[in-house]
């Protein structure tokens, strides 16, 4: 059954299903071309408008969708125009960094409705220490979001296994082997689901900024990470680790890195180590005089960049996290440096992540909604 | 429709598509199982006796499979077992290398049935005369052969479209988009199907003998490639240019690669670096002392796997080529580099391409014969 078709057949059990799957049609119609109406979405669907009028009910009733209230004086029987519930079953994001916690809440439609963030050494003190406190953060955003948040996506700088653990985190060496989706849905009392850092980041570039197809989401900060999206799909790799491209050996003979490699991109091209080669006190500082922090990094970038290219021959890059805040200048270095390390691939664009898009924080808090809208 | 199951219901038109349908499950289980009886194949399809019968007669009449003579003396009706048919349809594989060509022939079970290989300088002249070549060669093989070829398929050391035009081939500056499939076609008489060199070693290393599903194959030669087996399909990527382990930089500032890059792989660790390196004659010379190539080889393709680690998450590498006649010491060499590169995947495993599975050449042929018995 392929689930961009109507389902008409069915008898029993089956009719269940077949109505499942005709919910899930709906309310995906509806969310992709909201405001629209029931004759709208029938059309759209194959379905009988009869069929969607019941559907939509029972999406109305369970608080998903709504009614647009009709102007006034409109002629004829007003369409009424369906939109997903605002009010509705909503998602909260927690992302864990390495020196900060960010917390968000966003509604039905993957709308930014409350978010704070807050200092929260996770280098040093306990995984117990940061993980209550990204709990009372939450509390606080979800109460003031004041929606029905349903569940929790939480952004991690590991490696995380299939089963939710944090197996490892290079900047965070005490987090090992942590169960932060057990942890934390002791302490929400909501179901959590755990993700790399960088894989969120890019998928918010697909979900919130119309993102192509195909790209390398590349995350600069005190970890580089990237995620890989192919046919508009995360490529997670067979083990669920793919796109550690800040341990890229970018150097052979360079710095030791925290992985316990040599030379890797993060060691050359992350927040630290720019911020030891310019001698700035923190990013801002950074920023104001950016130049050689962008040469050092475009350069490492394009090296390690390069290998992404002939390895995955992904079309198109785009830079996030620190390496938007370093702007054109640094797309402009890193695209010069592909174009002498790859010449037989001149279209690879390397472009800046659009900063509304959310990032990975709210790309964990809608991976809540978006299961909620697939599985209504 | 899954083609995993049989089906059954069907009328008209849709009743033709069924039966293609379970010929092809038929035809697949003789090919996995062969010999077996028909018992045998109705019990694993679950289609009914008859129905199998009366498919395994029309595989029998095209010619696809053939009843092994049965024992005497056996007790009750005999079994009659089903296997392929080795004397029908066949397939050609021509591999065009920088400095050589290999034809062979396969028949029906992917068994080599006659092979050649001939000196073909590719690089200095004109893509004509190394065409003319390979069908030259390969009349004699198919003649050899003595079999009904229905095919061709092609392994090309560059980079190919997926319209079947060789765009590029760093090795060979004169074979710039060179339609060879057209071109042998009409040489041939036959279809061809041309595939990149390094992607076809992979797939004899899936189809022939037995790999994971997930792994990257490397191809050392004049040139380096890689072709990477993801859930046990060929990795090709958006543009289908994917594995181009050869130019991932390992040495930034190394020497000027043909690919116009700098400090590839090839640079390093290709065929000409490494006689180039020890002095050697040719490759003979280089494995009767063979000490100083697997040492520099081990290092630059620890550090270049150690990116398709990181980016692409295989669990296991398997060297080809000219890496596997340097065999168990290379093996050694490239595993303790990737330990120390990727410390926290002590799990990836590196061993050598099996010489037996026929490389690239043989998986040319394959495709030929894979095709039919996937549409018999």
Do not use: K
């Amino acid at each position: 059954m392929t689930t961009g078709e109507p389902v008409r057949r069915g008898a029993g059990s089956a009719q269940q299903t077949v109505r499942r799957h005709n919910l899930a049609l709906v309310l995906r119609e509806i969310a992709e071309g909201e405001p629209v109406s029931r004759a709208g979405v029938a059309q759209r669907t194959g379905l009988t408008r009869g069929t969607v009028s019941s559907l939509v009910e029972e999406l109305i009733a369970d608080g998903l969708v709504t009614e647009l209230a009709v102007a006034r004086g409109t002629t004829g029987r007003p369409a009424s125009p369906l939109q997903l519930n605002r009010s509705g079953p909503a998602g909260l994001g927690i992302e864990i960094g390495v020196d900060e916690v960010g917390v968000c809440v966003v509604d039905l439609s993957g709308t930014v409705r409350a978010q704070r963030s807050a200092a929260s050494d996770h280098r040093t003190r306990e995984p117990a220490v940061g993980l209550d406190r990204a709990a009372a953060l939450a509390a606080e955003v979800v109460a003031e979001a004041g929606l029905p948040v349903e569940g929790a996506g939480v952004a991690l700088p590991g490696v995380v296994g299939r089963d939710g653990v944090l197996q490892r985190a290079p900047n965070l060496p005490r987090w090992v082997d942590v169960a932060v989706d057990a942890e934390l849905a002791a302490r929400l009392g909501l179901p959590v689901d755990v993700g790399n850092e960088a894989d969120l980041a890019a998928a918010a570039e697909l979900w919130f900024d119309g993102g192509p197809p195909d790209f390398v989401h590349v995350s600069g900060g005190i970890g580089v990470g990237a995620g890989i999206v192919l046919g508009g799909e995360l490529f997670r790799g067979p083990g669920g680790r793919a796109g550690e491209l800040g341990h890229v050996v970018v150097d052979p003979d360079g710095p030791a890195c925290s992985c316990g490699g040599r030379g890797c991109l993060e060691q050359l091209a992350g927040q630290r180590a720019l911020l030891e080669l310019t001698g700035a006190r923190d990013v801002e500082a950074l920023l104001r005089d950016p130049g050689r922090a962008t040469a050092v990094a475009g350069r490492a970038l394009g090296v390690a960049l390069a290998g992404v290219v002939n390895l995955v021959d992904v079309p198109t890059v785009v830079l996030g996290g620190l390496y938007a805040r370093l702007g054109e200048p640094l797309a402009a270095a890193v695209t010069a440096e592909l174009r002498s390390r790859v010449p037989s691939r001149p279209e690879v664009t390397v472009r800046l992540s659009e900063p509304d898009a959310g990032g990975a924080l709210r790309a964990a808090a809608a991976l809540v909604v978006r299961r909620r809208l697939r599985r209504p």
